[in-house]
């Protein structure tokens, strides 16, 4: 079986229409090649957007291609996540975390 992923990569340019227009909840997980607390959130959040496809949108988008969108929203430490609703950051998740306590923090969007 071909390895396809869940996840959703995003740029400063795309980022409007696939997260602050998106139709429901996004959490963009703000990334970085050289940051292994990344890479391994990353079959995490891709478990959690698999279990999810009708309440939450996982989108990734790579800190160091995508300045302006790091800044803007001030991912300055990696693993940053955000969670977007309608438009807005309606929290931040700092840190790469286990399954069950993202699960946790995600719950309140997740019904």
């Known amino acids: 079986m071909p390895h396809t992923t869940t996840l959703t990569d995003t740029t400063d340019a795309a980022f409007a229409d696939d997260v602050?227009?998106?139709?429901?909840?996004?959490?963009v997980e703000f990334w970085a090649e050289w940051c292994p607390p990344c890479r391994a959130l990353r079959p995490i959040l891709e478990q959690i957007a698999t279990e999810h496809p009708d309440t939450l949108r996982v989108i990734t988008i790579n800190a160091d291609d995508n300045e302006e969108t790091s800044l803007r929203y001030q991912a300055l430490a990696l693993p940053t996540m955000k969670i977007f609703r309608g438009g807005e950051v309606v929290k931040t998740i700092i840190g790469a975390k286990p399954k069950a306590a993202l699960l946790a923090e995600l719950a309140p969007w997740l019904a």
């Open 20 to 27: 602050l227009s998106a139709d429901r909840t996004v959490l």
